[in-house]
């Protein structure tokens, strides 16, 4: 009985976080018949994120870093930058490209926000390429001796 209802709050918490995600995103962009309101945005983005919403965190980091919607709060948004990459140094070129995104995103640059998530999926892609032949090399060396 108590792992069913344990179940149930996950979902419902899960559910919520969604929800407040997709109205952030809503008041962030101006879509959907929502009036552009970066303040509210921001608020639903730091409700999706307190339950543990993973896109919620990455927009929230960004606003912060950019003062959207709020002061500027760049150890908040170094916080949940850690949290999204648990272990992972973020690069400096990243984060920088992760506000830029959002400044693209803020603009209604949907285009310039596209080229900008490819380089970050690129830069991504390199840091893990690099981890797994750093992997491989030291399994190579703990065969070899």
Do not use: W
Request: net charge positive.
């Amino acid at each position: 009985m108590i792992e069913e209802t344990n179940l149930l709050v996950d979902r419902k918490s899960t559910i919520d976080a969604v929800r407040y995600l997709l109205m952030g995103e809503k008041y962030f962009s101006g879509i959907g018949g929502a009036s552009k309101d970066l303040v509210r945005a921001r608020e639903l983005f730091d409700k999706a994120a307190s339950l543990g919403n993973k896109k919620a965190m990455s927009y929230l980091a960004k606003m912060c870093a950019l003062g959207l919607g709020g002061n500027k709060d760049y150890n908040k948004a170094q916080e949940l930058l850690e949290k999204l990459t648990p272990g992972q140094d973020e690069t400096l070129s990243e984060v920088y490209l992760l506000i830029k995104g959002t400044e693209c995103l803020a603009n209604n640059d949907i285009q310039g926000y596209k080229v900008i998530d490819q380089q970050i999926c690129e830069m991504k892609a390199e840091r893990r390429k690099k981890r797994q032949l750093k992997k491989e090399n030291q399994k190579n060396q703990e065969n070899h001796e």
